[in-house]
């Protein structure tokens, strides 16, 4: 796998196109078309946040792993030395909603280290195996896991 581009690269914009398509091919199929990571089969979520400069709300298409409950997503960035605006959208303000499938559901983002990061890190890699290359990518960057968290009271949303 090739080195990602630079985080202040032109191509991530392109890039940022190509996920403005999935959200809406997502949302018309219910997750049937656009729910799946091609290659890998990992699941893909929508995770709803708010700019935390801007304040325009958005909406990306995050590769997901269902874990005990809860959702855990990956701020990777494809190993460039940054995390995704996103990330920091959304520990600005972690009470947010996620789509899967055809479903909205009421979470609570926190990020997670240490011992339970570490817990979650190989499901990650296992669902989608480049994750191992991009921390590597990343050097000292550790790669931030998230954990989108149902809020209580949403249970079967």
Do not use: C
């Amino acid at each position: 796998m090739p080195k990602p581009p630079p985080s202040s690269s032109p191509l991530w914009k392109a890039f940022n196109g190509v996920t403005a398509l999935n959200r809406v091919a997502y949302r018309l199929s219910g997750g049937r078309i656009g729910g799946k990571m091609p290659g890998s089969g990992a699941p893909i979520i929508l995770v709803h946040h708010v700019g935390r400069k801007s304040g325009t709300e958005r909406v990306s298409p995050l590769i997901g792993l269902e874990d005990d409950g809860r959702w855990l997503v990956v701020a990777s960035k494809g190993g460039t030395d940054k995390n995704p605006a996103w990330f920091h959208n959304l520990i600005a303000s972690p009470e947010t909603e996620i789509e899967v499938g055809k479903d909205r559901i009421p979470v609570h983002v926190r990020q997670i280290e240490g011992e339970e990061r570490e817990r979650a890190w190989p499901k990650l890699v296992e669902i989608y195996p480049p994750y191992a290359e991009y921390q590597v990518y990343a050097k000292d960057r550790v790669i931030p896991v998230l954990s989108l968290d149902k809020v209580s009271g949403t249970e079967g949303a």
